[in-house]
């Protein structure tokens, strides 16, 4: 079968679509399926380049998400059978991450532990639910699981143009907030409008902290006025600071990623004076995928996806995510 292979790494002309793959064959309490959709993340960039801490067993077949068919049960498996469409959480229980300590979902074929199968409703496209897991699953635990936003806050989304942020103005909206979301273009800005989102701010010649104190009035010690209620920083680098200059008092400040620097300079002033709540938010569980394929079947809301590629092209829409220049997702139909 063909697949998209990491076996060394570095830069993402490591990886190679190789078509001489065995296909796994279905073993206990696993099935094979037939991958029909299969998405990026830039978690997908990181494993490429090497983590520090994280030995990824080479060579390995990358991505996280995917949705497809099932085309073989093994023994001991109960509830599924052939010709099931289903979603795939990438968690493995035992093992971590598909596409990371296991082959994941670049390749024709894949196989999954049944308790990683999630039904997939009449109506939602393979496309659809492969876009779904690791962003809009982040984005949907750390905004509704954590009941970190209500109707009427101010949300500033940094971020907003990749995946998980595209993921934050749309269910943000859907939570009835305001949204501010920050990207990097005019082009990317003007689909993030019609995606919905309230304000605009190209933080590229705009100081997206000093536009929210502009907009919103200078957050205050004693009362509750000015600032933003919610920032969404999977960012870290030099936005944190800002992030917690913006909040208003008793504000909230999300992170679930940090993209640009793990270690960034802190001002623990602003904690205490303003009673800044820091919430980490790590991952998803089923209960988060399923009721997101709910909210698409009932069409209340849309993954956006960028573009859909063949496998041959996948490494190239990588590379897309890592330069950011991209809206939403990339898919790949192995």
């Known amino acids: 079968m063909k697949a998209l292979v990491l076996s ?30 299969s998405s990026f993340n830039y978690h997908d960039v990181f494993t490429v380049q090497g983590m520090p801490g994280i030995k990824v067993p080479l060579p390995v077949v990358i991505g996280l998400d995917m949705a497809g068919e099932i085309a073989e049960v093994g023994a001991e498996v109960s509830g599924w059978k052939a010709g099931d469409r289903v979603l795939v959480n990438p968690l493995n229980k035992s093992r971590g991450l598909m596409g990371e300590m296991l082959d994941g979902g670049m390749a024709e074929y894949c196989l ?50 990749g995946g998980v942020g595209t993921a934050c103005v749309v269910l943000a909206k859907l939570l009835g907030a305001e949204v501010i979301a920050c990207a990097g273009s005019a082009s990317k800005l003007e689909a993030l409008k019609a995606l919905g989102a309230d304000h605009l701010v190209n933080y590229r010649d705009t100081d997206f902290s000093k536009w929210a104190i502009g907009q919103y009035g200078k957050p205050q010690r004693r009362n509750n006025e000015g600032g933003v209620d919610v920032v969404v920083n999977f960012t870290g680098g030099d936005t944190w600071v800002p992030s917690l200059k913006c909040l208003k008092r008793g504000g909230t400040l999300l992170v679930c990623g940090a993209t640009a620097g793990h270690a960034p300079a802190e001002d623990l002033r602003y904690v205490w004076s303003f009673e800044l709540n820091i919430k980490g938010s790590n991952s998803f569980y089923d209960e988060n995928l399923k009721a997101l394929l709910d909210l698409v079947a009932e069409g209340r809301i849309q993954p956006l996806v960028d573009r859909s590629v063949p496998l041959e092209q996948a490494a190239e829409g990588l590379a897309l995510i890592r330069d950011r220049e991209v809206l939403g997702k990339v898919i790949v139909n192995p």
């Open 8 to 37: 060394e790494h570095g830069g993402l002309d490591r990886l190679q679509v190789v078509t001489d793959k065995p296909v796994p064959t279905a073993t206990a309490g696993h099935v094979v399926i037939r991958v029909r959709a």
């Open 112 to 161: 999954v532990s049944q308790d990683q199968l999630i039904a997939l409703p009449d109506g939602v496209s393979f496309d659809a639910a492969a876009a779904l897991p690791v962003a809009y699953g982040t984005a949907h635990r750390m905004l509704i699981t954590h009941n970190t936003v209500k109707a009427g806050d101010k949300v500033l989304v940094l971020g907003a143009s």
